[in-house]
């Protein structure tokens, strides 16, 4: 018989063996695993019922093992009772993951006597045994993580024989759409992303090469919080400095230099050094929805008499597609910028991270930009001096995402007029001078629709307008939140509409199921609390558990819940909203974003409780409406306390205070 794993379980007997249900192709599994040798019944067990085996699970293991051997017919003695389990006794040149096993191990030995044509060919035939993802529709904790371990040894593999041919002298080219894909696929791989900086520079797209590292990079800092390997950085500083790379073959011999091509006279600095001319733009993403007007008005020509330096500023709500459409505005100014495109994550909120401090901010644009390490001075105020000098009279454009505030970049704008920087940040920078400045708004409806849409798969949501459209309301037009949903309908193939509405009209757990992979809307909306101060924490938590859903206040009814004076809850609300906290549908009326009071209500009190100390009484204070008593005398046309007028009990009488009147 002839089994295969890598892809749907089959077995092959004169014909196809219909092995049975789930518990026999479980079972089958493990038993193939380990061919010829005893599996214990435990293992058997944890394999095919997980940790919830039955009372009778002992009997049931029989008769599923008794089921196998029917479905093998002739050649049911291979599976064999033996001791403490079960053995399946079959060659393992007949297990298709044993044959891809021992061609690799092949191609391996033939590498490393330099037999590298011999260790291509065993590669491809060892790949070519794959007909799919390995163990397609089965699961299971036992089974997902053999399937996960065949899957890396396939990639594994694919990289060694991606990385024979580059040094073969096979053209870049004809490799950098399959190893893109396959960083596309695994976007953490550190392996498979330097095999595509090496194709992509040996293609000659040595700009493609550099994006591609700080694309990793980002990663890799965002959801591990780690920098890259000291392989990889060694390879992006030598792409960097036009190092010889000691990769290609015959193109490019080990140890030995390329020859250098000439390059224009306008292509080179006054110190001999390349121009810039590089993008470290990110990808723009194909779901880019709306936004037309936002891009319309700030990608606006530059006047030609314009000499100051243009600044671009987008803020909005943790969520709200800040990063995407600055993105997307990059790549439309791209061609008007040809000194070239920087990105900087600023970390501003970042989940788990301090922000990026300015000096290190600008150490890696003057890297980016083409100085060596040694050229980069110690302070921050002299690498501000440096990065200006570099830049001057020169068309580059600037990303500075995710800024904290208008502090962390100031020493990071150039100085003239030939320059763009777009900033993106979570909080209004009033401070910035001369930028123009747009808040990003929620998606439209018919635009968050078409989000999601997209991303699900029009397939599966056909005919189902009404489902979409509450999905949509659910997440409350935040484009992140829409995303997340979308992303998770898409790879359960299983769901319908109705099991995510159900999954998200609660909104106790909401914001846990907006989480999909490396996004995280809790933790997203969390970063944006990180830096408040107490005061500003603490009106927070407070209306967050006092509104309900679209519920507006005011300064007087914040005061009273929060046990403020009125003019220190009319300048937090004002800093609040300032911080994409809030939001105003009239001037002095404030509201939360619906996902937003929900992470504020679930977040644990924190100072004094509204009512504990009011004008020197204890009062005991139920649920406000709109309207309140003042207690304490006026000041500037503000009562300095007030109470809600609900239900007020008087616990310990407080002294009468002059100018204390109930309205």
Known sequence: MYFELLGNLRAQHDGPVDIGGL???KLLVVLLLQPGRVVTADRLIEAVWDDRPPPTV??????????????????????????????????????????????????????????????????????????GPALSGLNGSVLDIIAASLEERRLGATEQLLELRLKGGEAGAVLVPRLGELVSQNPLREDT?????????????????????????????????????????????????????????????????????????????????????????????????????????????????????????VDGMAGAGKTTLAVRLAHQLAPNY??????????????????????????????????????????????????????????????????????????????????????????????????????????????????????????RVRGQAAAVAEVVALCANLPLAVSIAASRFHRRPAWTLADLIGRLRDDRTRLRELSHGAHDLSALLGA????????????????????????????????????LPVVAADRLLEELFDLHLLRQSAAGRYHFHELLRQYAASQPAAGPEPGESVAGGQLRVEMPPNRCWQVG???????????????????????????????
């Open 23 to 25: 518990r026999q192709q």
């Open 58 to 131: 002992r009997r049931q293991l029989h008769n599923a093992v008794a089921g196998l051997r029917r479905s093998f017919g002739s050649a049911k003695s291979m599976i064999l009772k033996d001791g403490p389990g079960y053995r399946l006794d079959v060659p393992s040149h007949d297990v298709d993951a044993h044959r891809f096993d021992s061609l690799v191990g092949q191609a391996t030995a033939a590498a490393a006597e330099n037999r590298s044509a011999q260790a291509v060919d065993l590669l491809e035939q060892a790949l070519r045994l794959w007909k």
């Open 193 to 313: 992303r330097r095999l595509l900086m090496l194709a992509l520079l040996a293609s000659g797209r040595k700009a493609d090469a550099l994006t591609a590292y700080e694309q990793g990079r980002r990663l890799l800092r965002d959801e591990m919080g780690i920098e890259p390997s000291l392989q990889l950085r060694r390879l992006y500083e030598q792409i960097l400095r036009d190092d010889p790379v000691p990769l290609l073959g015959r193109r490019d011999a080990p140890g030995s230099a390329p020859a250098a091509k000439p390059r224009p006279a306008e292509q080179v600095r006054s110190t001999g050094k390349p121009l810039g001319g590089r993008s470290f733009l990110p990808y723009h993403t194909a779901h880019f929805i709306g936004r037309a007007e936002e891009l319309r008005s700030l990608g606006a020509p530059r006047p030609a008499t314009e000499t100051a330096l243009r600044i671009v500023a």
């Open 338 to 459: 040809p000194d070239g495109q920087l990105f900087v994550d600023l970390q501003g909120h970042a989940p788990g991270q301090e922000p990026l401090a300015p000096e290190i901010a600008l150490e890696r644009m003057l890297l980016d930009f083409g100085l060596q390490p040694e050229e980069i001075p110690a302070g921050l105020r002299q690498r501000s001096a440096r990065w200006r000098a570099e830049v001057a009279e020169r068309g580059v454009l600037v990303v500075l995402d995710d800024v904290l505030d208008v502090r962390q970049i100031r020493p990071l704008l150039p100085g003239t007029g030939k320059a763009q920087v777009i900033v993106t940040s979570r909080r209004r920078l009033v401070g910035l001078d001369g930028a123009v400045s747009c808040s990003l708004d929620l998606l439209a409806d018919a635009d968050a629709v078409e989000l999601f849409n997209r991303i699900a798969g029009a397939a």
């Open 528 to 563: 944006s609390f990180d830096h408040l101060s107490a005061e500003q924490r603490h009106l927070v938590r407070v209306l967050g558990r006092t509104l309900v859903a679209g519920e507006e206040v005011d300064a007087v009814t914040a005061a009273a819940v929060a046990n």
């Open 633 to 663: 005398p006026m000041l500037d046309g503000y009562p300095t306390k007030v109470v809600p007028m609900a239900r007020v009990e008087m616990l310990k009488p407080a002294p009468r205070r002059s100018g204390a009147v109930s309205t």
